[in-house]
T-cell receptor
Framework: EDKVVQSPLSLVVHEGDTVTLNCSYE??????LLWYKQEKKAPTFLFML????IEKKSGRLSSILDKKELFSILNITATQTGDSAVYLC??????????FGQGTRLTINP | GAVVSQHPSWVICKSGTSVKIECRSL??????MFWYRQFPKQSLMLMAT?????????EQGVEKDKFLINHASLTLSTLTVTSAHPEDSSFYIC??????????????FGAGTRLSVL
């Protein structure tokens, strides 16, 4: 059965801390891995990863994919309260279908 | 990024009535849109893939007669929950597939619709 597993499911840290969110997957016909941030409603797109070992970076956020070990990590440095959200990892299977993980609920305390 | 609009954001209806939810891609054309359902504190579960000009493809366990999907244009897909019952109460989110440059294939999401069936 295809599955995407995220850990931890919940994380509470102080502002300024660095966090690492994990995503492992077992999905047939892997095409790419995507990270989304979901605050109150719509998930917003963060990164799409297709190749191993190439870090994608956007400000304080960065992500990398390991296709041999079947996992990805999302790093957030110098966290801010605005980073509080649910972070979703999804794997694109075949042409279009996305398989989502359960999400990691990140809470940044001031 | 590409913008997807979903309407309404919240709807309350009586049991037995039908509810239509619209999903529009505002600044790009989407031949493929997707409908997801999300239960509290759970992840998104794909219900169906909506293909412009053809029938939707439903995931296993999703009743196609209950969740009617129409994708009549390249910018609009609709989901109609027919004869809604309290167990249909949920958060429904649509997405539209955006084809960017080489290899770019990203789903952009609408803001979701919270359906409450009394």
């Amino acid at each position: 059965e295809d599955k995407v597993v995220q850990s931890p499911l919940s994380l509470v840290v102080h502002e300024g801390d660095t966090v690492t969110l994990n995503c492992s997957y077992e999905v047939t016909n892997f095409r790419s891995l995507l990270w989304y941030k979901q605050e109150k409603k719509a998930p917003t797109f963060l990164f799409m990863l297709t190749s191993s070992g190439i870090e994608k970076k956007s400000g304080r956020l960065s992500s990398i994919l390991d296709k041999k070990e079947l996992f990805s990590i999302l790093n957030i440095t110098a966290t801010q309260t605005g980073d509080s959200a649910v972070y979703l990892c999804a794997v694109r299977q075949g042409a279009q279908k996305l398989v989502f993980g359960q999400g990691t609920r990140l809470t940044i305390n001031p | 990024g590409a913008v997807v609009s979903q309407h309404p954001s919240w709807v309350i209806c009586k049991s037995g009535t039908s509810v239509k939810i619209e999903c529009r891609s505002l600044d790009f054309q989407a031949t493929t849109m997707f409908w997801y359902r999300q239960f509290p504190k759970q992840s998104l579960m794909l219900m169906a893939t909506s293909n412009e000009g053809s029938k939707a493809t439903y995931e296993q366990g999703v009743e196609k007669d209950k969740f009617l999907i129409n994708h009549a244009s390249l910018t609009l897909s609709t989901l109609t929950v027919t004869s809604a019952h309290p167990e249909d109460s949920s958060f429904y989110i649509c997405s539209a597939r955006f084809h960017g440059g080489t290899g770019m294939n990203i789903q952009y999401f609408g803001a979701g619709t919270r359906l409450s069936v009394l």
